[in-house]
Nanobody
Framework: QVQLVESGGGLVQPGGSLRLSCVTS????????VGWFRQVPGKEREGVAC????????QYTNSVKGRFTISRDNAKNTVYLQMNNLKPEDTAVYYC????????????????????????WGQGTQVTVSS
């Protein structure tokens, strides 16, 4: 059973930056796409960024392109999400996720949750962007 543990959330002012980390319990990057979803109350979780298996090609949802960067460190079994120029609408619980279908298709990097069941989730970390 793969375990994912997130850290790095917090409170930041608009325009600020945060870096989220997701440590995996084993090296899964050759077998699973890994990425980040976020959720606000009353809405379905949405895909934010992902990095493909095994070559690590990133993809992003349109609203974060140019502001967020996903990366991975194979030696540390860790995926990062660097978030810059944060906006109040980025406020959400951010979840790390791993799945063979994540980041697998260029036209659908984040299969929607109401149509697809993802393999592994972290517990989530709160990001709040507010002045």
């Amino acid at each position: 059973q793969v375990q994912l543990v997130e850290s790095g959330g917090g409170l930041v002012q608009p325009g600020g930056s945060l870096r989220l980390s997701c440590v995996t319990s084993e090296n899964i990057f050759d077998s699973y796409g890994v990425g980040w979803f976020r959720q606000v109350p009353g809405k379905e979780r949405e895909g934010v960024a992902c990095i493909s298996r095994p070559f690590g090609r990133p993809q992003y949802t349109n609203s974060v392109k140019g502001r967020f960067t996903i990366s991975r460190d194979n030696a540390k079994n860790t995926v990062y999400l660097q978030m810059n120029n944060l906006k109040p609408e980025d406020t959400a619980v951010y979840y790390c996720v791993a799945d063979v279908g994540l980041c697998h298709r260029d036209d659908l990097p984040f299969p929607p949750l109401h149509q697809y069941r993802y393999d592994f989730w972290g517990q989530g970390t709160q990001v709040t962007v507010s002045s």
